[in-house]
């Protein structure tokens, strides 16, 4: 039998497939070496537990304790408030996993793009003091940014119409400060160089396309019209008005020891966040408005109560305006029923909220950030308020939040619903 010889070409395929096969099993030992076993126990912290709400606290206790026991999340930092109050605050897990310190209330997680919420709300407030016009043509005014081919409105920024890109439609200019998130930036203003020289990518009014660069430009837009730095207008104006002293921009201020450690998770294994491998300290000043606050579950439901229960915080029409679906030049709803600031379903229905069966009013805003996630949900139509955070992020977002449905059922199904003048009034805007 005539022995096989490989040629020349044959054996450095080989010896490529053979480098590259080490290569991968090299980065799997690594890899997998980076990450440690999650500890057995998952303390529950407790901090406000009305007994009015007595028998929704103890089945939403028993969704808490399950989390700890799925060994999923390190930490999941929950609140409730329902007519005005904070009746529920709790967390189950740890703030840092390698310290064995347990998560509580006072937590401070990064909210990722819940702070658009959070700088829609600054926004608002200054359309009620009548110091911005929300139709009102922006165009060349704005500090730090090159006017473009086509002008647009504070409406259409904070509802994602206004034409301005996202991540990946700019190039290395504006990556060198988003990919590796270890520039400081001093104020909202100078944020604007991460995207002012890149085109709006459609004519505003047109289409829909969320971006967190709609709101960072709508902060510097604002402290103008405010004659206030953003973020001192918006500590002075929502965050001191509310009590949320648990809230700042990131690198704005130091962190506490309340400040959670971010980790990534796989299968029942942590290790602490890492960009690039690297673990380092990772800087969001350069997006504050739209994806850059530190805060709390109770923080964000005092927000949130004021929203449904307090007119002389928020003027009624104001509250229509930012929860009102906006609608493309054509006449037609946007894809994501995104209203200003904040996603609005008139009619949202999930098998986790009241059976599946009752379509309820979803005023909501998600956030994903480096090593973190929040969900914050109102409805509206039961002065109810829900948000929650966690130190890690789960591949799909939907995972995260059909925890906080399961623990907002316990209390939406002994609410008695009532059908405000103000869900009528969107219908009729719809």
């Not at 406000?48 to 390190?74: C, F, V, W």
């Not at 960072?216 to 206030?228: D, G, H, R, Y």
């Not at 305006?321 to 999930?350: C, D, H, V």
Request: proline share 3%; net charge negative; hydrophobic share 35%.
């Amino acid at each position: 039998m005539k022995k096989f010889k490989l040629n020349k070409l044959g054996r450095r395929f080989w010896r490529t497939v053979c480098v590259l096969f080490a290569l991968v099993v090299l980065w799997n030992i690594y890899y997998f070496s980076t990450f440690t076993r999650f500890r057995e126990s998952a303390p529950i912290t407790t901090t406000i537990s009305n007994p009015t709400y007595r028998k929704q606290i103890q089945e939403a206790m028993k969704h808490l304790d399950t989390i700890g026991k799925q060994k999923e999340l390190p930490s999941f930092s929950i609140a409730v408030g329902h007519k005005g109050e904070v009746v529920w605050s709790a967390a189950v897990g740890y703030q840092d996993m390698e310290a064995g310190i347990a998560a509580t209330p006072k937590t401070q997680y990064r909210i990722g793009s819940t702070s658009k919420a959070v700088t829609t709300t600054g926004v608002a407030l200054a359309v009620d003091a009548h110091k911005i016009q929300l139709d009102a043509i922006i165009g060349d005014t704005i500090t730090n940014w090159t006017k473009k081919e086509w002008d647009f409105s504070m409406q259409q920024l904070l509802s994602h119409t206004a034409g301005v890109g996202h991540y990946t439609d700019f190039g290395v200019a504006s990556g060198k400060y988003t990919v590796c998130n270890c520039h400081e930036f001093k104020t909202a203003s100078e944020g604007l160089k991460v995207f002012d020289e890149y085109d709006l990518i459609f004519e505003p009014g047109t289409a829909f396309a969320y971006s967190t660069f709609d709101i960072n430009l709508a902060s510097v837009v604002l402290e103008q019209a405010v004659s206030t730095p953003f973020l001192d207008y918006m500590n002075t104006s929502v965050f001191q008005p509310l009590g949320m002293s648990d809230t700042y921009g990131d690198h704005n201020r130091s962190n506490t020891e309340h400040f959670a450690t971010f980790y990534d998770t796989e299968d029942g294994y942590y290790r602490e966040y890492r960009n690039f491998e690297q673990v380092y300290d990772i800087n969001l000043s350069y997006k504050w408005a739209g994806g850059g606050f530190i805060s709390t579950p109770t923080d964000l439901v005092k927000m949130g109560n004021a929203y449904l229960t307090d007119d002389t915080f928020l003027s009624h029409e104001t509250k229509r305006t930012f929860w009102t679906p906006m609608k493309l030049n054509t006449g037609e709803i946007n894809e994501q029923l995104y209203a200003l600031g904040w996603r609005s379903y008139l009619e949202f229905e999930n098998p986790d909220l009241l059976d599946g069966e009752t379509p309820v009013w979803m005023v909501h805003h998600g956030g994903v950030s480096k090593g973190s996630q929040n969900f914050l949900v109102l409805f509206p139509n039961y002065d109810l308020v829900i948000d929650a955070s966690i130190n890690t992020n789960v591949d799909d977002f939907w995972t995260f939040s059909n925890k906080v449905y399961k623990i907002a059922n316990a209390f939406l199904k002994t609410i008695e619903k009532d059908e405000k003048l103000l869900y009528k009034e969107i219908q009729e805007h719809m």
